[in-house]
């Protein structure tokens, strides 16, 4: 059986000071919490340096490791591979393989690309996609009534706090 969402009730403002006072409160939370996360920003920003620092040599050594074992197993390939049998060798300690990637395009200039083929009669290598324009429908949306799978929705109200927000001022640039 599935529960119920647990609802919370929460007390009114009871006046127009009242609510003025909460609004300062959420400013100040907001505040805090934005506090916060800079903090774990900085804290993350500065685990991710040392272990960048901390990662540096050793990748230095593994492109090196990595590099040594390609040459040897290149210049090696015939026995490795069994004269071509087989794509990979089993060290014990690990294995290394050859692999083909499949052919793939690369496009720079897309739209330039598009033209030429057009104007070289090969426009069966143009794709058209094809959309709906939703901001027509909104325009006109008595015409799509009864259309299967088109759904206006209304527009809705939402409630917006925005408390005062009081920046700092910059002591440098007014000492200057």
């Given at each position: 059986?599935?529960?119920?969402?647990?609802?919370?009730?929460?007390?009114?403002?009871?006046?127009?000071?009242?609510?003025?006072?909460?609004?300062?409160?959420?400013?100040?939370?907001?505040?805090?919490?934005?506090s916060i996360?800079?903090?774990?920003?900085?804290?993350?920003a500065a685990?991710?340096?040392?272990?960048?620092?901390?990662?540096?040599?050793?990748?230095?050594?593994?492109?090196?490791?990595?590099?040594?074992?390609?040459a040897w197993?290149?210049?090696?390939?015939?026995?490795?591979?069994?004269?071509?049998?087989?794509?990979?060798?089993?060290?014990?300690?690990?294995?290394?393989?050859?692999?083909?990637?499949?052919?793939?395009?690369?496009?720079?200039?897309?739209?330039?690309?598009?033209?030429?083929?057009?104007?070289?009669?090969?426009?069966?290598?143009?794709?058209?996609?094809?959309?709906?324009?939703?901001?027509?429908?909104?325009?006109?949306?008595?015409?799509?009534?009864?259309?299967?799978?088109?759904?206006?929705?209304?527009?809705?109200?939402?409630?917006?706090?925005?408390?005062?927000?009081?920046?700092?001022?910059?002591?440098?640039?007014?000492?200057?």
């Amino acid at each position: 059986m599935a529960r119920k969402p647990k609802t919370i009730a929460y007390e009114a403002a009871q006046s127009d000071e009242d609510a003025a006072h909460r609004v300062g409160l959420i400013g100040s939370y907001r505040r805090g919490l934005q506090s916060i996360e800079g903090d774990l920003s900085d804290a993350v920003a500065a685990l991710k340096a040392k272990a960048e620092q901390d990662a540096a040599p050793l990748r230095e050594k593994l492109v090196s490791e990595e590099a040594a074992v390609q040459a040897w197993c290149a210049a090696n390939r015939a026995r490795l591979t069994n004269g071509g049998k087989k794509k990979f060798h089993d060290f014990g300690s690990g294995i290394i393989k050859w692999r083909f990637n499949t052919a793939s395009v690369s496009l720079k200039g897309v739209a330039d690309v598009v033209e030429r083929l057009k104007k070289n009669g090969l426009r069966t290598f143009i794709r058209v996609s094809v959309t709906v324009d939703k901001e027509a429908i909104l325009k006109s949306p008595e015409k799509v009534k009864g259309i299967a799978g088109i759904t206006i929705v209304p527009p809705s109200e939402h409630f917006v706090i925005e408390p005062v927000e009081e920046k700092l001022s910059d002591q440098a640039s007014e000492a200057a």
